[in-house]
């Protein structure tokens, strides 16, 4: 406890240094001030100032010239107007149980099975993963699949994510009256399922965008994807002035289930669930009144160059020729080294000087004696940071960022809220957190939320805002019915969930 309230108070100095110094500097000045008489400024100026107005006169318009050069050049703010998560319909809802019994019906119509599926190891085994994965039994399945015999065809999964896209965009723009020919910029992402003509193509073919919008469709990128998306959007946003720039985030399950019987291609099969968002940004300065966020810092970390790195995490066929995605070995490692390495570049943007006084202590003091020092100091980014968005890919994922980081369970309730009434949604999984936190009233004016996602690649993206007011749940939130019910406390040995309702902080 005593170390605690000593770092508190080493963190308090450090912050509040200049405002400790300016005040006892200005009552030394004012007091000076107060011993001049009439006769000490006129004196100043005839015998200094009038002998060398050459050399002030030049120094006050460079001045001036870089004052207004910075002005003008520096980037405009990008805010975040208003966002939509897609709430599927409650039909869509897949228990674990019949998640099982999907993936039975998906192996049972495999034609290479002839219309049998006797091997039941495969079953126990994903069971297990499902059991002890984390989610709960409100996810939602996609209609295809949902069906007997499954339609795992590539109708079913344009149908999938037509629902998706269209259903998260018209609540969006209900929510903003923001009229569809008004938007310049269009990003859309989805890694695994890109149809020609592109999903960009459709959003705008279906909501009539005008016939100059500057459209983007990202695929193969992974679950981090909605942050590059979000990074390029910002990026268009400081080139062409006054316009809306509308992100699309989303995922196909119908066409990418796996099928086969290799196991590591398998464990996806239990993770990913249906969901995408629809985000809209701005960098109007009339819309900074009535929108949510600012955006503060995007920092994209790619370690590709890497072979392990690189193989990680890949689609591709088994022995049998089936295609699905497989996780190597390496994945737990190569996600370590990319998330240190985004966060040594985030951290220096964030984080308060007292932190990086400590960070920069240890440092020098791990390289002067090794065997002294072990490890490097992990700074306390909740002195930075009031909210963590990261992405709900899984048990382990969160629970190795929550020790990484040393995070309170309050500070991952939202992943692991998500992870359980949501699933994996991939790149989406970021704002049905964000959604989370605004319903529980935690979000405040001023407060930092990081957002935090690993993808294939292997990438580590991560996106700060700031809010702008004291954010309150949108209309048709997809929390709005069950809120009330979460957090849950999970069981990892049962699997089983359990209600538990928790205040948040204020």
Known sequence: MTSVNVK??????????????????????????????????????????????????PLFAFTVFGSVLYIATRPKPVYLVEYSCYLP???????????????YQVRKADPSRNGTCDDSSWLDFLRKIQERSGLGDETHGPEGLLQVPPRK????????????????LENLFKNTNVNPKDIGILVVNSSMFNPTPSLSAMVVNTFKLRSNVRSFNLGGMGCSAG???????????????????????????????????????MVSNCLFRVGGAAILLSNKPGDRKRSKYELVHTVRTHTGADDKSFRCVQQGDDENGKTGVSLSKDITDVAGRTVKKNIATLGPL??????????????????????????????????????????????????????????????????????HRFGNTSSSSIWYELAYIEPKGR????????????????????????????????????????????????????????????????
């Open 8 to 57: 508190l108070l080493y963190h308090y100095v450090i912050t509040n240094l200049f405002n400790l110094c300016f005040f006892p500097l200005t009552a030394i000045v004012a007091g000076k001030a107060y011993r001049l008489t009439i006769d000490d400024p006129h004196h100043l100026y005839y015998s200094y100032l009038q002998h060398n107005l050459i050399t002030i006169a």
């Open 89 to 103: 319909p409650t039909h869509c809802r897949s228990s674990i149980s019949k998640v099982m019994d999907i993936f």
């Open 153 to 168: 065809t590539f109708a079913a999964a344009r149908e999938e994510t037509e629902q998706v896209i269209i259903g998260a």
């Open 227 to 265: 942050v590059i998306a979000i990074d390029l959007a910002k990026d268009l946003l400081h080139v062409h002035k006054n316009t809306y720039a509308l992100v699309v985030s989303t995922e196909n399950t119908t066409y990418n289930i796996y099928a086969g019987d290799n196991r590591s291609m």
């Open 350 to 419: 964030i984080l308060p000087l007292s932190e990086k006084l400590l960070f920069f202590v240890t440092f020098l003091g791990k390289k002067l004696f090794k065997d002294k020092i072990k490890h490097y100091y992990v700074p306390d980014f909740k002195l930075a940071i009031d909210h963590f968005c990261i992405h709900a890919g899984g048990k382990a994922v969160i629970d190795v960022l929550e020790k990484n980081l040393a995070l309170a369970p309050i500070d991952v309730e939202a992943s692991r809220s998500t992870l």
């Open 443 to 506: 979000m405040k004016k001023g407060n930092k939320v990081w957002q935090i996602a690993l993808g294939s690649g292997f990438k580590c993206n991560s996106a700060v805002w700031v809010a702008l007011n004291n954010v309150k749940a949108s209309t048709n939130s997809p929390w709005e019915h069950c809120i009330d019910r979460y957090p849950v406390k999970i069981d990892s040995d049962s699997g089983k969930s359990e209600t538990r309702v928790q205040n948040g902080r204020s």
